[in-house]
């Protein structure tokens, strides 16, 4: 029963995943052997081919390492304000364990000292 519904499965899905005749050669970016090339025209516009891709390729890396650089030194600085306020928490519980300890029942007045 499973043999038959992977059957009929794979019969109507093949179709759709062959190659069509209307099916064009895409010529994908990227750096392409220029010596194979006869004429220096050829030559020559392969070689600025190159030199495109890799303008482009270094271009967006550089957008997307200052992306990075950028979100770090935010954290940083939301880091930095963190620590600072939790120095600021850890000298004020110093402070307060450092102090006299406060009186909570000062003494009585004596009543004969008016």
């Known amino acids: 029963m499973i043999h038959r519904i992977a059957l009929m499965v ?6 759709s995943t062959l190659p ?7 010529d994908v970016p990227g750096i392409e ?3 194979a090339e006869k004429t220096m025209e ?10 495109d891709f890799l303008h482009k390729t270094i271009t967006k890396l550089s957008g ?9 030194n ?14 600021k928490a850890a000298e004020d519980q110093k402070r307060k364990a450092d102090a006299p300890p406060a009186k ?3 003494a009585p007045a004596k009543e004969g000292a008016k």
């Open 10 to 15: 794979s019969a109507v899905l093949a179709p």
């Open 20 to 26: 069509t005749a209307d099916a064009r050669a895409q």
């Open 33 to 35: 052997i220029c010596t």
């Open 42 to 51: 050829r030559r020559t516009s392969c070689l600025q081919s190159n030199v």
């Open 64 to 72: 997307d390492h200052q992306q990075k650089l950028d979100a770090a």
């Open 74 to 87: 935010r954290q940083i600085e939301a880091l930095k304000s963190t620590v600072a306020a939790l120095q």
């Open 104 to 106: 909570d029942n000062p």
